[in-house]
């Protein structure tokens, strides 16, 4: 491999191409048959194309593989954009000493050699490269059931990951700039060396394309499976779906998602909001999580990696590197803070912990930082064999909430309801149209200080700020425009330096 000279070598191949890890083995499906070939003749009937899907999902949802290793949504596409969006030091602290690659993202100065822009990008490439194949091969399975689950999963995994993606390498979707280059959009597998090529940078609107178009086929694909046990599945989809309109600004597209999702009846909110996190299986609101077991889990305090790593400061489990300053979830002067009320419980804060105290010990949504006494940590991410949540119903709720604002500028009764759903589980009273004064924007207001308060730390309100300012609302993620290059991530140096 040593004497690749292309980038999509270097950066893409060398893992990517060995597609069939699985969650007990890592072994791979895909050998190297010679000096110039990179066999696919292994993905050849049911077992092997399925095997090969599991290792997709292995690494879409970044299992540990390596202290360098790309975490995708078990990991870096919630803790960068929740880095991002830190205005100043009165919000939260980091520990450079013992996480300085993420120190970049905190400065805003992300830099091409960033070995965590570089894992991530690498592994995402493996992981479309995979499914890539997948699909190249689908006709293989012989049973038409089997063949229609795996073939949504692999074009909805294709999807969801070109979408996070645009969203991180790309602007925010506007009309103005559609025609702007992103990242290279790969549909083909890659299976001999001499395909290997310098790729072009696809569009933003390309890139939308294809993220709508493999939905939109994975949707019909998956829409018989149901809830798919832990898999991608029809409403995970659909949430995703929804999730595009509204970086698209689609407001209809993106209500007629929700309601899809709501009406179902297959998912519910947790009874309290600390309920959706660190669970042994998914809870009732999981519309897609991470699963992870104690030996398959996305990192901790023992590989130094991932998000129990960095958000936990429990001795069993992590090192506590983000340190929240508690003030400022209460302080008016901070930009984009959640401004928590008094009662409301997200905020409450567990004082009475030291180095022995443990995960089931923790019934607050905050505890103070074992390592770092004067700041705290969220409890949203304490064990590494937990199920991290991706999608939440809780999401779908404020999402359909807004697009029916959106289309109607006026307090209707079901974007109320959701917003009072949302807010009557953390402990606060139910709004009705009568406290907003006959103002609908304060209503708006409302939505969005929801939202900051429900999914702090989860990686949606960087997204969120992204696309508020492109639909023309005064936020602000530092003191520089969050549609300026310092909120889009660089392609990698190692991926540059071998383009022709």
Request: glycine share 4%; proline share 3%.
């Amino acid at each position: 491999m040593q004497t690749f000279r292309k980038t999509l070598l270097k950066l893409i191949v060398p893992v990517m191409l060995m597609t069939g890890i699985v969650l007990t083995s890592c072994e791979s499906l895909l050998d190297i048959d010679a000096e110039n070939t990179i066999s696919g003749e292994v993905l050849k009937d049911d077992a092997s194309i399925e095997e090969a899907l599991v290792g997709a999902y292995y690494n879409l949802m970044g299992i540990y593989d390596g202290a360098n290793g790309g975490e995708l949504l078990g990991g870096d596409f919630k803790l960068i954009p929740t880095l991002l969006t830190r205005r100043n030091n009165n919000e939260i602290s980091w520990d450079d000493v013992n996480a300085p690659t993420y120190t970049n993202f905190i400065d805003k100065d992300i830099l091409r050699t960033n070995i965590r822009v570089e894992a991530n990008w690498r592994r995402a490439y493996e992981v479309l490269n995979t499914v890539n194949n997948v699909l190249a091969n689908i006709d293989k399975v012989s049973d038409a059931n089997l063949k229609n689950r795996l073939e949504g999963e692999a074009l909805a995994i294709r999807g969801i990951l070109y979408f996070e993606m645009v969203r991180l390498w790309g602007p925010q979707y506007m009309d103005a700039n559609l025609s702007t280059p992103t990242i290279p959009l790969l549909t083909e597998p890659i299976t001999e060396i001499a395909e290997i090529k310098t790729p072009e940078l696809a569009t933003l609107q390309a890139v939308y394309t294809q993220v709508e178009t493999d939905l939109n086929r994975a949707s019909t694909l998956l829409q018989s499976f149901g809830t798919n046990g832990t898999n991608i599945s029809y409403y995970a989809v659909t949430a995703y779906q929804m999730r595009v309109a509204l970086q698209k600004l689609d407001w209809e597209a993106a209500e007629d998602h929700a309601n899809t999702i709501i009406s179902s009846g297959e998912f519910a909110l947790a009874a309290t909001p600390l309920l959706a996190f660190n669970n042994n299986s998914n809870s009732t609101e999981d519309i897609l999580a991470v699963q992870q077991t104690f030996a398959n889990t996305t990192g901790d305090r023992s590989t130094g990696t991932g998000l129990v790593n960095h958000f936990s400061s429990l001795t069993e489990s992590g090192i506590g590197t983000m340190r929240i300053l508690e003030f400022s979830f209460y302080s008016s002067f901070v930009a984009n803070s959640p401004q928590f009320s008094d009662n409301d419980i997200r905020s409450f804060v567990d004082e009475d912990v030291d180095e022995t105290t443990r995960a089931q010990d923790i019934t607050t949504a905050f505890y103070t930082n074992v390592l770092n006494t004067s700041t705290i940590s969220s409890s949203k991410f304490m064990s590494a064999d937990k199920v991290i949540p991706v999608i939440r119903l809780a999401e779908i709720h404020l999402s359909r909430a807004e697009a029916i604002f959106e289309q109607t500028e006026t307090i209707e009764s079901t974007a109320l309801a959701d917003l009072n759903a949302i807010r009557t589980r953390a402990g606060l009273n139910a709004l009705e149209v009568s406290d907003f004064n006959g103002d609908p924007y304060a209503f708006y207001d409302s939505l969005v200080l929801e939202r900051n308060r429900e999914f702090l730390f989860e990686g949606i309100i960087f997204h969120d700020l992204k696309r508020w300012k492109a639909y023309g609302l005064d936020v602000r993620i530092t003191s520089n425009d969050p549609l300026d290059n310092k909120f889009i991530l660089p392609i990698p140096q190692a991926e540059l330096d071998t383009w022709d």
